[in-house]
C-alpha cells in the first residue's frame, strides 16, 4: 500500500507563487507516473501536470509555462512549483501516483487547498 501525503497549499496573491510537495510512504521509483490533479467547486477533476520515471513532463495547456512538476526520488517526493498564479488556479489540488501492469494502478493523497484572490 502507497500513501501520499500533499502538502504546501494555502492562500496567495495572484501573480504570486506556491510550491506543493507530494510525500510517499515507499520508494517513488516504483510508481511509473506520478501526477498532480485539481477540483475546483462545481468542476470535474482535471489533469494538471505528470512526470514519469524516466523525468519526462507533460502539462495542460492552461498553466503551460506557469507551472513545473518534478520528482525527487531520494525523498521520494514530487513537487509542483506554481508560479504567476491566477484566480481560476484556485482548486484542491491532489497528487496522484500510477503503476503500469497487468492493468493500471491509482493512489491519490488527500489534496491541498490553494486558494488565488487579492
Known amino acids: 500500500q502507497v500513501q501520499l501525503v500533499e502538502s504546501g497549499g494555502g492562500l496567495v496573491q495572484p501573480g504570486g507563487s506556491l510550491r506543493l510537495s507530494c510525500a510517499a510512504s515507499?520508494?517513488?521509483?516504483?510508481?511509473?507516473?506520478m501526477g498532480w490533479y485539481r477540483q475546483a467547486p462545481g468542476k470535474q477533476r482535471e489533469l494538471v501536470a505528470f512526470?514519469?520515471?524516466?523525468?519526462?513532463?507533460n502539462y495542460a495547456d492552461s498553466v503551460k509555462g506557469r507551472f513545473t512538476i518534478s520528482r525527487d526520488n531520494a525523498k521520494n517526493t514530487v513537487y509542483l512549483q506554481m508560479n504567476s498564479l491566477k484566480p481560476e488556479d484556485t482548486a484542491v489540488y491532489y497528487c496522484?501516483?500510477?503503476?503500469?501492469?497487468?492493468?493500471?494502478?491509482?493512489?491519490w493523497g488527500q489534496g491541498t487547498q490553494v486558494t488565488v484572490s487579492s
Open positions: 512526470i514519469g520515471r524516466d523525468g519526462s513532463t
Open positions: 515507499g520508494s517513488i521509483f516504483s510508481l511509473h507516473l
Open positions: 496522484n501516483g500510477r503503476v503500469l501492469g497487468l492493468g493500471v494502478n491509482d493512489y
